[in-house]
């Protein structure tokens, strides 16, 4: 899984206090093959996402293990360019995918003969890492990119607090399936450990979706291409932060301002919201910003025409 937050190339893993915890019981229930071979494939994983970082021009802070998985920090990854973000993203799985395959491949190439243990626990490994991180859900690889989808329709803010939503209810189901196996002795049980920290992780990324919705603004609104724009209605009474989070890449959007009675008091482009949002003005409400761009406008106009050319009485105009 891949994160964004602020940083070096290729950083030194460390490990979670709990991480050496899991790995010391395993040693003594005689599990320290079958647990080096799961972590060293979610160490890949994370490597897959530093090194197409790396190679992006980014910059990797850390790479941690948890006990539930691992998490690859890479500062910039929300404002790369969007094939880059894919590429980066996509790393984790396509190592995975290929670690799978090379597994089934050597197990075939056995023949008759009994596939060793470890093969087995390496392929099975691999493809749940694989499956498990391309699931739509919240800060999951998969859920980055089907933000990338979502936000070109229903804005970055929107897009993010859908799926992390569904990355928080997704754990604690997670969470109550893996209590289950534990309890029946099952090989799910493991999903105890996963559920929570998917839940929490999910949780704690909604609460920054304002964030990163305001670092976006601060990189300047963009400038409209010549084409079809995307028009949002919002009402007046709305706040500028609240309809940042319908604003992304895409289409240009326009806000039509709707007064209660379904009047369109006017219109404000995504430019003049972002803007908003970069000096503070986020509380400001839609009627507040078409007020203050209509009092520009005409303090702009009136300047324009006492600074213009000035009728002298002497003189036909």
């Not at 396509?94 to 089934?104: F, I, R, V, Y």
């Not at 300047?220 to 706040?239: D, I, K, Q, T």
């Amino acid at each position: 899984m891949a994160e964004r937050m602020p940083g070096a190339a290729w950083p030194r893993p460390t490990l979670h206090p709990a991480f050496i915890l899991l790995a010391l019981v395993a040693w003594l229930a005689d599990r320290g093959l079958e647990f080096v071979l799961v972590f060293g494939s979610v160490l890949l994983h994370e490597l897959a996402h530093v090194g197409v970082a790396v190679r992006c021009g980014l910059r990797p802070s850390r790479v941690t293990l948890y006990p539930f998985g691992g998490v690859a920090h890479i500062p910039g990854l929300e404002e790369a360019a969007a094939p880059a973000r894919v590429l980066v993203l996509a790393a984790g799985p396509a190592a995975n995918l290929l670690a799978a395959l090379g597994s089934l491949a050597w197990a075939s190439a056995l023949g008759g003969t009994p596939v060793p243990a470890w093969v087995d626990t390496l392929a099975r490994a691999n493809l749940g890492i694989l499956v498990v991180n391309l699931l739509p859900l919240g800060p999951l690889d998969g859920g980055r990119m089907a933000e990338m989808v979502l936000e070109r329709w229903v804005g970055t803010g929107r897009a993010r607090r859908l799926l992390l939503t569904a990355g928080a209810v997704a754990g604690a189901g997670l969470a109550v399936v893996g209590a289950a196996g534990l309890a029946t002795g099952r090989p799910w049980g493991s999903l105890v450990l996963f559920g929570p920290f998917l839940a929490v992780a999910s949780h704690r990324e909604r609460a920054g979706t304002l964030l990163a919705v305001l670092r976006r603004s601060l990189k300047g609104p963009r400038r409209p291409a010549v084409g079809p724009a995307r028009l949002v209605a919002a009402p007046v009474e709305a706040r500028a932060r609240d309809v940042a989070q319908s604003l992304g890449p895409g289409p240009y959007r326009v806000v039509a301002v709707v007064e209660a009675g379904g009047r369109v008091r006017g219109l404000l482009g995504e430019g003049e919201i972002t803007a908003a949002l970069a000096r503070g003005g986020g509380e400001s409400t839609l009627g507040e910003l078409l007020a203050a761009g209509q009092a520009g406008a005409g303090g702009r106009l009136g300047a324009t025409c006492s600074g213009g050319a000035r009728r002298d009485p002497g003189k036909p105009v």
